[in-house]
Nanobody, 115 residues
Framework: VQLVESGGGLVQPGGSLRLSCAAS????????MSWVRQAPGKGLEWVSN?????????LYAESVKGRFTISRDNGKNTVYLQMNSLKPEDTALYYC????????WGQGTQVTVSS
């Protein structure tokens, strides 16, 4: 199993980023997927879930609801996180993982929101 996150970077408050997580080594379409983040000096924080077929069943942490959108492309074995209206408190290392299992992790992608 391999999960490779990408798309992070430095962005000003109010800006947008789109994160990607490319999965391999398992049947991607059989698993719900999650995004989880870790801010500097803090523990892991769950961000969002999407069910395995992406059929409209998504969940978001209150802190990101209305600003972030999770989606997936099972043909490309990839899950995305569109992040809009970014705030400094969104600064973190962002990971994807298999929803409910959290057994495999990538290296993460760094998001820094700062002026």
């Amino acid at each position: 199993v391999q999960l490779v996150e990408s798309g992070g970077g430095l962005v000003q408050p109010g800006g947008s980023l789109r994160l990607s997580c490319a999965a391999s080594g398992f049947t991607f379409s059989s698993y719900g997927m999650s995004w989880v983040r870790q801010a500097p000096g803090k523990g892991l924080e769950w961000v969002s879930n999407i069910n395995r077929d992406g059929g409209g069943i998504t969940l978001y942490a209150e802190s990101v609801k209305g600003r972030f959108t999770i989606s997936r492309d099972n043909g490309k074995n990839t899950v995305y996180l569109q992040m809009n209206s970014l705030k400094p408190e969104d600064t973190a290392l962002y990971y994807c993982s298999r929803m409910g299992y959290y057994d495999y992790w990538g290296q993460g992608t760094q998001v820094t929101v700062s002026s």
